[in-house]
């Protein structure tokens, strides 16, 4: 029988910042720019949402066999996301319990374990409990107990093949932190029944910007892509981009900081990747989506649309680019961005999603590089102190709330929409005020 | 001569190794690469580890600690950070008993210029 490990000493909680009012004031939709330059907000955010939201880890495609592993992190916290051979998954802290140590400095591969570089301290690929270091028998004769020390292990848990993980034992179940997201999730998890999958590999770069205006832009923004992409629509599709108040239904929805804006036009994400044999394949399989999601979801599965599940999170359906905003300081994003698909879908449409998702949504995609400078302005900007002052306007869509719609979560009418950005910024600030989970208010329901 | 039971043949399929406590000596290794036996300790001479819980590739055996390697039929330390050889045993098998001697080295050993402690 092992021990119990001695367990984590908690995180130091600071208290609350005082007066974020003045700074995100959703009931009149006012941000001021502080929110994207303070160094002091940005530790806050490490300490109140990074270190107790659950957060995207991997998707299970990436680890199909015992000892896979990936690295990725977890706010600042870098992690290892391991598949066991009972075929769970294991996140656990990519530092060595010893000095601190990265102990692997690899995006991905295959293991047996992790061992640190400075001393030789030695972790199985099995929930990386200490296997031994170098000199043991030095370590034994001071009555050194091998079981009190290990990678630290996160709560992992996944949904439809999404893995999340979350290092707060008091944050609520993954099921119950998505809650009504998993159906508008399913349009890009589960479309036929068959899932989905990570095609090719993870495209990392930088973008000089706050992690917020990049998850709050996916989250409810499609207002800018007939401004912002009008060239790039142009270059891609030969004519610019339809403005969708025009479109016929649309909606926006969001739930607890998640949230999710779309149409109901089935192709428009898709049709921007240029290739008709993708639009031709979404119209193909979408009886086979009415018959396993209902008639208004297959609507869905390529439609113009975005979503950012709280906090950084974020995924195009058509598109089919999802990312992880990873904050590296207040100024500063790690942009992690991969390429999923069906399963079920044929081997030459997949690989036409990813030279697509290259073409548009990665560091020389048309549409990336429109976002990236006007994201790095609207934090560039905010180093003005007075500037840092200056209203914000997020009030676009205000008391637009549909109270009888059918559709789960908090629903609005149209994707034009600021009420997404309220519900996140909203959450932000709840979160940063909250001193434990079971102090965060419900909101559902009462958001304009 | 101080002749030791290991274990039944059948109980090893090739490929396979086993560990066997022995007070006299401490516990041992077993190996059964392709049909012959070999035998050496236990103990990795990098840290502890037991080696019954490598893994075998190659007539070689990769200690699950620090995934440093010996050569199994001779005991030699082949691969960072294992600098030390293994102590081997001469095994023999008779009527299906795997025996080793824990007073012989394998006849591999033999051939290695530098003498394990």
């Known amino acids: 029988m092992t021990k119990e490990r001695i367990p984590l000493r908690p995180i130091d909680t600071t208290p609350p910042l005082r007066n974020l009012d003045r700074i995100c004031d959703m009931e009149s939709g006012r941000l001021s720019g502080k929110v994207f330059w303070d160094d002091e907000i940005y530790q806050q955010e490490l300490e109140k949402i990074f270190a107790r939201c659950w957060l995207f880890v991997a998707h ?8 896979d592993y990936l690295t990725t992190s977890m706010g600042e916290d870098e992690v290892l996301v391991v598949r066991q051979k009972d075929r769970s998954i294991r996140v656990m802290l990519n530092a060595c319990p010893h000095r601190g140590n990265k102990v692997c400095f690899s995006e991905a591969g295959n293991a047996r374990g992790f061992i640190c570089n400075y001393h030789g301290w030695s972790f199985g690929a099995d929930g990386g409990r200490l296997m031994g270091m170098h000199e043991s028998k030095c370590y034994e004769e001071s009555g050194f107990d091998k079981s009190q020390h290990g990678l630290r292990q996160a709560r992992v848990d996944s949904y439809k093949g999404l893995v999340f993980a979350t290092f707060s034992d008091e944050a609520p179940s993954l099921e119950e932190y998505l809650g009504p997201m998993t159906w508008y999730l399913d349009v890009v998890l589960d479309m036929d029944g068959e899932g989905s999958e990570f095609f090719g590999g993870c495209i990392r770069s930088t973008i000089e910007c706050n992690w917020k205006v990049a998850a709050e832009n996916f989250v409810g923004d499609i207002l800018h892509g007939g401004w912002t992409h009008d060239s790039a629509a142009r270059a891609m599709l030969g004519s610019a981009v339809a403005n969708v108040s025009d479109m016929p239904e649309s909606y926006s929805v969001n739930w607890n900081g998640h949230g999710y804006e779309f149409g109901t036009d089935v192709v428009g994400n898709a049709a921007t990747l240029g290739e008709k044999n993708i639009n031709k394949y979404l119209h193909t399989i979408r009886p086979r989506v009415a018959e396993h999601l209902g008639e208004f979801r297959s609507k869905l599965i390529g439609a113009i649309s975005s979503a950012t599940i709280f906090p950084n999170f974020s995924y195009l359906p058509g598109q089919n680019t999802v990312r992880i905003w990873q904050p590296r300081g207040p100024h500063k994003i790690e942009l992690y961005t991969w390429t999923i698909v069906n399963k079920s879908a044929p081997e030459e449409i997949k690989d036409m999603w990813r030279k697509g998702c290259m073409m548009t949504f990665s560091p020389t995609g048309v549409f990336e590089m429109d976002d990236g400078e006007n994201w790095e302005y609207c934090t560039k900007t905010s180093r003005g102190l007075v500037t840092r002052y200056q209203d914000l306007y997020v009030g ?25 950005s309220r519900a996140f910024y909203q959450r932000w600030k709840d979160l940063l005020e909250a001193p434990t989970w079971a102090d965060v208010p419900d909101r559902n329901g009462r958001m304009r | 001569m101080s002749i030791i039971w290991l274990c039944r043949e059948e109980q090893l399929a090739p490929g396979e190794k086993l560990k066997v406590a022995n007070a006299e000596v401490g516990d041992i290794c077993v190996y059964n690469l392709d049909g012959v036996f070999y035998a050496t300790t236990d103990l990795c001479t990098h840290a502890t580890a037991s080696l019954a819980e490598g893994d075998i590739e190659d007539n070689l055996i990769t200690c699950p600690v ?5 050569h199994i039929p001779s005991g030699k330390a082949v691969t960072f950070p294992c600098e030390r050889h293994l102590r081997t045993y001469r095994v023999s098998v008779r009527d299906g008993e795997v025996y080793a001697d824990v007073s012989a080295e394998a006849r591999e ?3 290695i210029e530098c003498v394990q402690i």
């Open chain 2, 66 to 70: 620090h995934w440093g390697q010996f």
């Open chain 2, 109 to 111: 050993a033999e051939k």
């Open chain 1, 60 to 67: 299970e495609s990436q680890l199909p066999n015992a000892g």
């Open chain 1, 396 to 420: 676009l869509g205000m008391h637009t709330r549909i109270d009888d719609s059918e559709l789960p979560g908090n629903v609005f009418r149209g994707q034009i929409n600021e009420c997404n």
